[in-house]
């Protein structure tokens, strides 16, 4: 999904740097789609210098707008796309992304942004396993004694 997710933000910042008169707006869309995978700075390291760039050249209302347009559009891409995309692809739930990604940072480094949820994803599928297989059914012990039998409220067993 992380190829998908830079792809559609690479996208959306081309035409944003595009819109507010950047020069080369799509080598600094490509370069935005690259730096989807740097953990908490992400596309921020491409737009913000870009609208530091506008403001030193003295368009300060493009700069101010190519900065509100990263922060609320190119950002919230990120954090709605990747939770839908995992949720699609893998049926992954967005608590597992954010905790895998967080120990997978802490653990393992850059490769924990991949390697994180999917970890807690194999746990959460090996649990389910370990709960159809063991906790839920009636061991055979259980089934093969005659209390077991009387499933029916109609059929009460008669002390005679």
Request: aromatic residues 8%; neutral net charge.
């Amino acid at each position: 999904g992380i190829p998908i997710l830079a792809m559609c933000q690479g996208v959306v910042a081309g035409l944003g740097y595009w819109f507010f008169g950047l020069e080369s707006p799509i080598f600094l869309g490509i370069l935005t789609a690259v730096s989807t995978i740097i953990p908490i700075l992400g596309t921020m390291v491409v737009y913000l210098p870009a609208a530091l760039f506008l403001l030193a050249n003295g368009q300060s209302g493009s700069a101010i707008g190519l900065a509100l347009y990263g922060i609320i559009i190119i950002g919230s891409i990120d954090n709605i796309l990747r939770f839908t995309i995992l949720k699609k692809l893998g049926d992954v739930h967005p608590l597992i992304t954010v905790f895998g990604v967080l120990l997978g940072l802490n653990l393992f480094g850059m490769l924990g942004l991949i390697f994180g949820p999917l970890i807690l994803s194999c746990v959460g599928v090996l649990l389910k396993v370990y709960s159809i297989e063991f906790g839920k059914s009636t061991p055979e012990i259980i089934q093969s004694t005659s209390l077991s039998d009387v499933d029916n409220r109609d059929q009460r067993p008669t002390i005679n």
